[in-house]
T-cell receptor, first 110, second 109 residues
Framework: GQQVQQSPASLVLQEGENAELQCNFS?????MQWFYQRPGGSLVSLFY???GTKHSGRLTSTTVIKERRSSLHISSSQTTDSGTYLC????????????FGAGTRLKVIA | EAAVTQSPRNKVAVTGGKVTLSCNQT?????MYWYRQDTGHGLRLIHY???????EKGDIPDGYKASRPSQENFSLILELATPSQTSVYFC????????FGPGTRLLVL
């Protein structure tokens, strides 16, 4: 089965609302990253977060290894947050061979 | 920030033809990766490298070869392109944090 599952698959928000994106994994974890992908564009790393909580501006990532989940919280969403959010994990190979989730497609409307 | 560039950005190829996708990184990362992204499959690892002269098979290597002639350059080679290889290809470098290139859109007719 799939090692990395993201939810929801898609989400529409009004500008200013908060969002919680989930990433659940079925294997042990060596490394975990969250990426943002611009529509039709490349991937930008948001967080490297194999455990614990990290903050960057309006974004917060929390990874709980024993629960096999990671979340990405977006506060006070803006239209420029629209795009796809991907989580990826290295399932304990130690070789940084990341396995990607299918992503959450976010649309923020004014 | 890490700089990863890819060429060409767009490519149309014919079935059975040879295609070479190039990737260059200027941040002296040892590890480099080639992924493809398809609707319904997300990003999948094709080949990767730990340094100049090394190439390793990823999760979907069939139909692809890779070459790492230097620390900076990593190429993906399709010896006999097929329509099923129509996709968007991304190169990345780094290890725990990976930095991605802008992508190459390949259409095989």
């Amino acid at each position: 089965g799939q090692q990395v599952q993201q939810s929801p698959a898609s989400l529409v928000l009004q500008e200013g609302e908060n969002a919680e994106l989930q990433c659940n994994f079925s294997t042990s974890l060596n490394s975990m990253q969250w990426f943002y992908q611009r529509p039709g564009g490349s991937l930008v790393s948001l967080f490297y977060n194999p455990s614990g909580t990290k903050h960057s501006g309006r974004l917060t990532s929390t990874t709980v290894i024993k629960e096999r989940r990671s979340s990405l919280h977006i506060s006070s969403s803006q239209t420029t947050d629209s795009g796809t959010y991907l989580c990826a994990l290295d399932p304990n190979t130690g070789n940084y061979k990341y396995v990607f989730g299918a992503g959450t497609r976010l649309k923020v409307i004014a | 920030e890490a700089a990863v560039t890819q060429s060409p950005r767009n490519k149309v190829a014919v079935t059975g033809g040879k295609v070479t996708l190039s990737c260059n990184q200027t941040n002296n990362h040892n590890n480099m990766y080639w992924y493809r992204q398809d609707t319904g499959h997300g990003l999948r690892l094709i080949h990767y490298s730990y340094g100049a002269g090394s190439t390793e098979k990823g999760d979907i290597p069939d139909g692809y070869k890779a070459s790492r002639p230097s620390q900076e350059n990593f190429s993906l080679i399709l010896e006999l392109a097929t329509p099923s290889q129509t996709s968007v290809y991304f190169c990345a470098s780094g290890d725990d944090t990976q930095y991605f290139g802008p992508g190459t859109r390949l259409l095989v007719l």
